[in-house]
Nanobody
Framework: QVQLVESGGGLVHPGGSLTLSCAASGSIFSINAMGWYRQAPGKQRELVAAITSGGSTNYAESGKGRFTISRDNAKNTVYLQINSLAPEDTAVYYC????????????????WGQGSQVTVSS
């Protein structure tokens, strides 16, 4: 079983910063990629940023310059640093990972965390 646990969300003021963390645990052989998605009230879930095990990154256009994704492969942990937060960044942020399990090597499965609320308000 593989689980993703997010942390670091909360209430922040406009212009502030925060860092989200997501740790993957369980029967993991390797993680091909990890990323962050978000879903605001009344909107569809959207990609924020993603990073592969080799360090290649993808960012949503809205996040370029403000969002930074990084990972610690040894700890199976991914981070998302968000700067210059604005009210439109308010959403539930979900961690995502593509994982190859110990028992099913060669097969990759997608997992999701439970979500972490980020609220930007004065």
């Amino acid at each position: 079983q593989v689980q993703l646990v997010e942390s670091g969300g909360g209430l922040v003021h406009p212009g502030g910063s925060l860092t989200l963390s997501c740790a993957a645990s369980g029967s993991i052989f390797s993680i091909n990629a990890m990323g962050w998605y978000r879903q605001a009230p009344g909107k569809q879930r959207e990609l924020v940023a993603a990073i592969t095990s080799g360090g290649s990154t993808n960012y949503a256009e809205s996040g370029k310059g403000r969002f930074t994704i990084s990972r610690d492969n040894a700890k199976n942990t991914v981070y998302l640093q968000i700067n210059s937060l604005a009210p439109e960044d308010t959403a539930v942020y979900y961690c995502n990972a593509v994982v190859q399990s110990e028992r099913l090597r060669g097969i990759f499965s997608e997992y999701w965390g439970q979500g972490s609320q980020v609220t930007v308000s004065s």
